[in-house]
């Protein structure tokens, strides 16, 4: 019923910065919390990022002062800016849309990030 399409992943160096960003379609929430996930190969899947409709932010600690969650609850849509890029956050990016009270959840396809060394 919502589709969340992912972009913005890509190939950078250390140091630089990329913003990634997934578009929910369907109809506009006013209840939400988005988050941003990233994955290696073989390894399991990490929180990274989460807001809520109101503006509260979490952080996972790898990218505190580096990464800066958003949302645009107009064009429902997240946004995630990776600043001072490092090889270790090369990863596959998720971002997961969670509606309220209901409590659905909704997947993005996943987009590469690539940190060059």
């Known amino acids: 019923q919502v589709q969340l399409t992912e972009s913005g992943g890509g190939l950078v160096q250390t140091g630089g910065s990329r913003r990634l960003s997934c578009a929910a379609s369907?109809?506009?929430?006013?209840?939400?919390?988005w988050a941003w996930y990233r994955q290696v190969p073989g390894g399991e899947r990490e929180l990274v990022a989460s807001i809520l409709n109101f503006g509260h932010t979490n952080y996972a600690d790898s990218v505190k002062g580096r990464f800066t969650i958003s949302s645009d609850s107009a064009r429902n849509t997240a946004y995630l800016q990776m600043n001072s890029l490092k090889p270790e956050d090369t990863a596959v990016y998720f971002c997961?849309?969670?509606?309220?009270?209901?409590?659905?959840?909704?997947w993005g396809q996943g987009t590469q990030v690539t940190v060059s060394s």
């Open positions: 997961k849309l969670t509606t309220y009270p209901g409590t659905d959840d909704y």
């Open positions: 369907g109809s506009a929430f006013s209840l939400l919390r």
